[in-house]
């Protein structure tokens, strides 16, 4: 199989927000087609876990399936921040915690025909409460924190209960990952 060849990029859309770019590109077989997509930042997801194992989740109303929605921290890059800094500014201003340190689960497209942006997921150790009120770069969200045990937000993951994706990834990732981070006294807990 042939990689396709780009030859020239037009950004068509651009919000503060929201970029829209359309690539002419150069199909194996010679045809040259546009293709459309979502240009963003790479963004960073953190599944943080408390000392006695919990999981740090965040319930937020999502616009677009019109739901109530479960999901971990995450959010988009600044300029000059690391992907690992990302993460655990979007942990403090979504939740009010941070973590001590991070374990990198792995790097995901979300949908590779639409959106150029990866997700860096990270399992977040030892997640405590920072003291203050949580102070949010997003005046437009409404955040709720929750905290779960593993094994139930594996169990919702399988009733379909958490809709995001990238939630749902992270979760079974964490799962498969935990022996990195927990004793084995802290496991029964989960």
Not at 39 to 62: C, E, H, N, Y
Not at 100 to 119: D, S, V
């Amino acid at each position: 199989m042939k990689n396709w060849k780009k030859i020239k990029t037009e950004r068509v859309f651009d919000h503060k927000y929201f970029k829209v770019n359309k690539d002419l590109v150069e199909l194996p077989d010679g045809r040259k087609i546009d293709w459309l997509y979502w240009d963003s930042a790479d963004s960073a997801m953190i599944v943080p876990i408390t000392p006695s194992g919990k999981l740090i989740m965040i319930r937020q109303f999502r616009y677009l399936p019109n739901q109530i929605a479960l999901e971990f921290p995450s959010g988009h890059g600044n300029p000059n921040e690391s992907i690992e800094e990302c993460a655990k500014r979007e942990l403090a201003e979504e939740t009010g915690y941070e973590c001590i340190g991070l374990i990198k689960l792995g790097e995901f497209f979300e949908t590779m025909g639409q959106l150029n942006r990866k997700i860096h997921m990270f399992i977040g150790k030892n997640a405590v409460k920072i003291p203050g009120p949580v102070v949010s770069s997003d005046p437009n969200e409404n955040i709720e924190i929750v905290q779960i045990k593993l094994d139930e937000a594996v169990k919702m993951v399988n009733e379909k209960k958490i809709i995001s994706i990238g939630t749902s990834l992270a979760i079974l990732l964490a799962k498969e990952n935990l022996k990195k981070i927990v004793t084995e006294s802290t496991l029964e807990t989960l």
